[in-house]
């Protein structure tokens, strides 16, 4: 799978933005898709993701603030409520939905994006 992340961008605190990413190639149905997020200075964590069933989880930090979904080819991630401290590049990613793993770790995923720039100002 092919992955191409967009949306990214400058929103100042409190507002929103919808990240989108674009899934190309082999099957994406089975596939298990998420959003992580690296700031500077800080490792790459987990956001969100959505499984093949429908089923979504979310980092405690973003829980109530973020939503995301799926349709046939593509991945969002609605951001509300945005905080200085959710400013980093946020990379979509993708893995075979095994059912073995719960997918919040980057190491369950095999396909990323290029990441997508979000900057939140004050």
């Known amino acids: 799978v092919q992955l191409q992340a967009s949306g990214g961008g400058l929103v100042q605190a409190g507002g929103s933005l919808r990240l989108s990413c674009a899934a190309s190639g082999r099957t994406f149905s089975g596939n298990v898709m998420g959003w992580f997020r690296r700031a500077p200075g800080k490792e790459r964590e987990f956001v969100a993701n959505?499984?093949?069933?429908?089923r979504t989880a979310y980092a405690a930090s973003v829980r109530g603030r973020f939503s995301i979904s799926r349709d046939n080819a593509n991945v969002y991630l609605y951001m509300s409520s945005l905080k200085p401290e959710d400013a980093a590049v946020y990379y979509c990613a993708s893995a075979w939905d095994s059912g073995v793993y719960v997918y919040t770790r980057a190491s369950d995923f095999d396909s990323w994006g290029q990441g997508t720039l979000v900057t939140v100002s004050s």
């Open positions: 959505v499984r093949r069933g429908g």
